[in-house]
């Protein structure tokens, strides 16, 4: 080892980013490219009866408009949300009805807006309640989770509980709206389709496409060498692909497809609404008894997608008698997709808000609470934990944050018109690892080149990686030169499900270690090539473990409610991480922090409202969906525990992408309650809930 792994080391695209040359998926200006703008369906169930395109066709620079009436026809795609203008059905409003295509941005949009799309309409049903008559219990919820669990007998162990907490809590539709929206540009050459993408993994991009367009893989090139954030929307490949592969067969032309941000809410997922029934029973010294977690939530007509949001509560805390329970209901809905932390984040909210009710059911601090009901085996599972450390983290932000010496009674502080208070929540997240590949070649310059098609979607994966392949081969990190992003590398999956680093960097580490190994028994000068090792950590990477694998953490808040305007400000947030080993101090607090932003987003800002009347989300833009800005943000801490867990992956990591998200809200909520006195149990917290 040369102490590469865990260095601050700077991000290696950062210089290209900043001073604009990092080519993100709409800057590829092969010549005679061409720009498309879609047509959203404007109604929200029905059928396509006419697609008039004599005025967009007499718009000067238009080239093209497809429809379902002339786009061509499409093998059948596992995702139905892929099948693009393949027939007239609408199975939601926001669908796309028709793609403009033109010789620039001005003109696509012009002729988009010529188009002229008649339907015949249907009644829509798009509001979700816990009674709505639709609803199921589903096979599984997303992720493969079982939908139910049970153990004992909650129901009866609850009713004989000294103290017992039985709450609702809603969490609205959110939406992933990353700062590059889901862009694709594309082109044929000689049979060849080649695609610049904004994805979280080229890899399942290119396997959509060769099925949609019966290609044989090697035939597909799809790179994306720089993506301006997914949050898990770019985790499966977008219609923004499709079409572009569509409109540059039909035209002959690279053709790109940037979808306008007002596009996005309809077809690039969203975190589906949750509606959340806790029952957590306690005896006396507030040991949980019964732990029931029932959620319900909405899928679209076309695919079912089940927030987990009940699983975090089979990992947290011991309780004899447990129930956790997912129901969904499909509606005339854009299709939910994964968002940061899908199911942990509503899930802990709604967990970490009812724990903080029970304690001060129990009149117990809120840690303690915690402390007595941490379990010696993962609850549902009965696995042991390969590491957990949850307590360690309370305890060590309990100390950063000045948690001693709490007045635990709500409304209490007051500085003028605010009111002040704190709050604390625990965090899990699963630890994932996926197969991946991975090629290291020794060059006779002395330097190092290492290839993978990790996607770096603004975590910095090149740097972490260069630095576990630094190590790995026992030399300094500027020798080692790093390659990503394109499905001509050695294969790899997607960045998502906090698991990237893991899985890239397995493979990276075995591909170098194995180098290293081959450069100690080689005599004499290298070959001209150089000298090559490659790894897969297929069979190893993808074993089923004995262990219970999850990331922990803490997060605490202290806010002040503005009792004149009814404003949450906060004005300190601390997380403290037990997350494996920490690969990037640099990165990794980027991540944690981010993660922690977009928790306070969830907590105080963000939301979609589903228009009953009009059968969408009435939230389209970065200027009604509220995401938040600087200001928002005051003092933002992030700290970890030097974690040793030797049963996840060579580097000891687990993953941080997500971890971030998940107890905020609930902490913030929770300091919200402390500063009021005031229960609100549906996010987000915007001044007219807490007026
Ligand atoms: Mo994340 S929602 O797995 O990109």
């Known amino acids: 080892m040369t102490g590469s792994v865990g260095a601050p080391a700077e991000r290696r695209e950062g210089r290209e980013k900043v001073g604009g040359t990092a080519r993100y998926a709409a800057e590829f200006h092969d010549p005679g490219r061409a720009q498309a703008w879609p047509v959203s369906a404007r109604v929200a169930r029905g059928r396509v009866t006419g697609v008039d395109t004599a005025d967009a066709l007499a718009v000067p620079g238009v080239l093209a408009v497809l429809s ?51 339907y015949d309409a249907e ?97 597909i090139v799809v790179t994306a060498e720089h993506v301006g954030g997914g949050f898990g929307s770019k985790g499966t490949p977008r ?72 699983v975090p509560a089979r990992v947290m805390y011991a309780a004899p008698h447990r129930r956790t329970v997912h ?35 129990l009149g117990m601090d809120p840690i303690e609470l ?54 604390v929540a625990a965090a899990t997240y699963p630890v994932m690892v996926s197969p991946s590949t991975a090629a290291a ?37 500027e020798r080692v030169r790093i390659e990503v992003g394109s499905t001509e590398l050695p294969s790899a999956p997607l960045a998502g499900d906090s698991s990237g680093t893991a899985s890239w960097g397995w493979a990276v580490h075995d591909a170098c270690d194995r180098l290293a190994r081959r450069l100690a028994e080689h005599t004499g000068p290298l070959p001209e090539e150089g000298l090559d090792a490659r790894a897969d950590t297929k069979g190893v990477a993808d074993a089923e473990s004995d262990f219970a694998r999850h990331a922990f953490g803490a997060h605490f808040a202290e806010v002040a409610v503005d009792t004149v305007t009814g404003e949450v400000r906060v004005g300190r947030l601390l997380g403290v991480y037990a997350a494996g080993r920490i690969l990037n101090a640099r990165t990794a607090r980027s991540q944690f922090v981010g993660g922690m932003t977009m928790g306070l987003g969830m907590a105080l800002t963000e939301g979609s409202t589903m228009d009953a009347a009009f059968g969408d989300f009435t939230e389209s833009d970065l200027a009604s969906y509220h995401v938040p800005v600087h200001a928002d943000i005051a003092e933002i801490e992030a700290h970890w525990l030097d ?49």
Request: net charge negative; charged share 25%; hydrophobic share 40%.
């Open 239 to 310: 219609p923004d692909v499709v079409l572009a592969a569509m409109a540059a067969r039909e035209t002959g032309r690279p053709v790109t497809v940037a979808l306008p941000r007002r596009c996005l809410p309809a077809v690039a997922g969203h975190r589906a609404p949750t509606l959340h029934r806790l029952r957590l029973g306690a005896d006396e010294d507030g040991r949980l008894t019964a732990l029931v977690h029932e959620v319900t939530t909405h899928t679209s007509r076309i695919k079912e997608y089940v927030e987990h949001a009940a």
């Open 370 to 423: 915690r402390v007595r009901n941490e379990p010696d085996v993962e609850p549902d599972s009965g696995k042991p934990f390969s590491s957990r450390h949850l307590i360690d983290c309370l305890r060590e932000g309990s100390r950063r944050f000045g948690w001693d010496g709490r007045d635990p009674r709500p409304g209490t502080r007051r500085d003028g018109p605010l009111l002040l208070g704190t709050g």
């Open 123 to 219: 009644a829509h049903d798009v509001v979700l309640t816990a009674s709505h008559p639709g609803v199921y219990v589903p096979e599984e919820a997303s992720g493969g989770q079982p939908a139910v669990r049970e153990q004992g007998d909650p129901d009866g162990a609850f009713g004989s509980s000294a103290a017992r907490v039985d709450v609702a809590y809603r969490v609205p539709p959110l939406h992933n709206h990353p700062m590059e929206p889901h862009t694709s540009t594309a082109r044929w050459e000689d049979g060849r389709l080649l695609v610049h993408t904004s994805s979280q993994g080229t890899g399942a991009v290119r396997v959509v496409l060769a099925k949609l367009f019966d290609l044989p893989e090697e035939r």
């Open 327 to 361: 129901r969904v209901a499909a509606l005339d809905v854009p299709s939910p997709s994964w968002m940061r932390a899908p199911g942990q984040a509503p899930g802990m909210y709604a967990l970490e808000s009812a724990m903080d009710e029970l304690a001060g059911e």
């Open 68 to 118: 379902h009436e002339n786009a061509p026809r499409l093998a059948e795609p596992d995702d139905p949300t892929l099948a693009v203008l393949q027939n007239p059905r609408v199975p939601h409003r926001g669908w796309f009805v028709a793609l403009v295509v033109a010789e620039t941005l001005e003109a696509a949009r012009a002729g988009a807006a010529a188009v002229r799309v008649t």
């Open 643 to 691: 974690e040793e867990d030797s049963r996840l992956n060579p580097m000891g990591s687990k993953g941080i992408g997500e971890i971030g998200i998940v107890g905020t809200p609930a902490a913030i909520g929770n300091a919200v309650h402390h500063a009021t006195g005031v229960r609100l149990r549906e996010l987000p917290l915007t001044p007219d809930r807490v007026l």
């Open 441 to 477: 070649r020794a060059l006779r310059d002395g330097t190092f080149l290492v290839r993978t098609n990790a996607t770096d979607i603004g975590t910095g994966a090149r740097t972490v990686l260069a630095q576990v392949g630094a190590d790995a081969l026992g030399v300094p990190l």
